[in-house]
């Protein structure tokens, strides 16, 4: 994925967002603007993501949820921020599925979503196990999953009292259910075979 840098030190709100957000990837974090930078994501990364996003979906099909990948602005509102210029947080989470469709709209979705997960990039995997964790974290997102392809391992968070405990980490073979969404499961082997071919 693309490197994120800090695009100024001035505290920024979703409405500001709006104004200078031009490409997939920028993102906004209790009030820091990250703007993603070239280079794009690999495409052992994007056929990750295809392959994934596609199980999700088959999983899904006569379920009451949705399943999105980036870009797909996740606007995550602090308690009592009602108006555009109180949400200081905007995310792009690399796939995603939404429970409570009352939250989706056309600009994408306001609130936390049930599951999310991020496939790490040697130049954001930092950024997405501190910066973003932690605001998924504080949104109360019930279950995040960091999926490490360099060392075939995922790392997954589920929230409990409020925060999420140390991760649980599996390597990527097998089957691994989500918890926050059941009857839903990831079929590694499948997936591996699948994005193998296409190398």
Same mark, same amino acid.
């Given at each position: 994925?693309?490197?994120?840098?800090?695009?100024?030190?001035?505290? /920024?709100?979703?409405?500001?967002?709006?104004?200078?957000?031009?490409?997939?990837?920028?993102? %906004? *974090?209790?009030?820091?603007?990250?703007?993603?930078?070239?280079? !794009?994501?690999?495409?052992?990364? /994007?056929?990750?993501?295809?392959?994934?996003?596609?199980?999700? !979906?088959?999983?899904?099909?006569?379920?009451?949820?949705?399943?999105?990948?980036?870009?797909?602005?996740?606007?995550?509102?602090?308690?009592?921020? *009602?108006?555009?210029?109180?949400?200081?947080? &905007?995310?792009?989470?690399?796939?995603?599925?939404?429970?409570?469709?009352?939250?989706?709209?056309?600009? @994408?979705?306001? @609130?936390?979503?049930?599951?999310?997960?991020?496939? %790490?990039?040697?130049?954001?995997?930092?950024?997405? +196990?501190?910066?973003?964790?932690?605001?998924?974290?504080?949104? @109360?997102?019930?279950?995040?999953?960091?999926?490490?392809? !360099?060392?075939?391992?995922? !790392? *997954?968070?589920?929230?409990?009292?409020?925060?999420?405990?140390?991760? &649980?980490?599996? /390597?990527? +073979? @097998?089957?691994?259910?989500?918890?926050?969404?059941?009857?839903?499961?990831?079929?590694?082997? +499948?997936?591996?075979?699948?994005?193998? /071919?296409?190398?």
């Amino acid at each position: 994925m693309v490197r994120m840098r800090e695009r100024t030190m001035q505290q /920024q709100t979703y409405a500001d967002y709006l104004t200078w957000s031009a490409t997939s990837g920028d993102e %906004l *974090i209790d009030g820091v603007a990250y703007v993603g930078e070239p280079p !794009a994501p690999s495409r052992l990364h /994007q056929d990750f993501i295809v392959e994934l996003c596609r199980q999700l !979906a088959t999983s899904l099909l006569d379920k009451p949820r949705r399943v999105y990948i980036a870009p797909f602005d996740v606007r995550l509102p602090k308690a009592g921020a *009602i108006d555009d210029d109180q949400i200081d947080t &905007v995310v792009q989470p690399d796939i995603l599925i939404a429970g409570d469709l009352q939250k989706l709209d056309d600009r @994408g979705m306001r @609130g936390a979503p049930d599951w999310i997960a991020e496939v %790490l990039s040697p130049s954001t995997a930092n950024y997405d +196990r501190t910066t973003k964790l932690r605001a998924y974290e504080r949104a @109360g997102v019930p279950e995040v999953w960091l999926i490490d392809l !360099a060392d075939s391992t995922v !790392a *997954i968070y589920r929230m409990a009292a409020g925060h999420y405990p140390k991760a &649980v980490r599996l /390597q990527l +073979r @097998g089957q691994t259910a989500l918890s926050a969404v059941p009857g839903v499961g990831i079929d590694w082997d +499948r997936l591996l075979a699948v994005i193998g /071919q296409s190398r």
